[in-house]
């Protein structure tokens, strides 16, 4: 089972930049597809965006694009969501997911993280 923890999430202001970074404990990390979502108060779980397990393709949800970059780096079994340009309604608990095959629903994903609070103010 992957065990994955979030981290890098804070305050910061609209056109502020932040960097997620998301271990995994399992050493075959490099076998999951990951994805970023993310949920306000009030709101459902949304799609922010996933990378293949190799790291050669990325998707994104359009709210995003443009702004957020996904990454990984298998020999350190992270995955990182770089966030440019941030506004308030970025404003959620950030998760990272794993799964063998990955994609862009909720159900899709088989292991989560806690989540890390982002904060953006006008």
């Known amino acids: 089972q992957v065990q994955l923890v979030e981290s890098g999430g804070g305050l910061a202001q609209a056109g502020d930049s932040l960097r997620l970074s998301c271990a995994a404990s399992?050493?075959?990390?490099?076998?999951?597809?990951m994805g970023w979502f993310r949920q306000a108060p009030g709101k459902e779980r949304e799609f922010v965006a996933t990378?293949?397990?190799?790291?050669?393709?990325?998707g994104y949800a359009n709210s995003v694009k443009g702004r957020f970059t996904i990454s990984r780096d298998n020999a350190k079994n992270t995955v990182y969501l770089q966030m440019n340009s941030l506004k308030p309604e970025d404003t959620a608990v950030y998760y990272c997911?794993?799964?063998?095959?990955?994609?862009?629903?909720?159900?899709?994903?088989?292991?989560w993280g806690q989540g890390t609070q982002v904060t953006v103010s006008s």
């Open positions: 997911a794993a799964d063998l095959v990955g994609g862009s629903r909720v159900a899709e994903y088989d292991y």
């Open positions: 990378i293949t397990r190799s790291g050669g393709r990325t």
């Open positions: 399992d050493r075959t990390f490099s076998s999951y597809a």
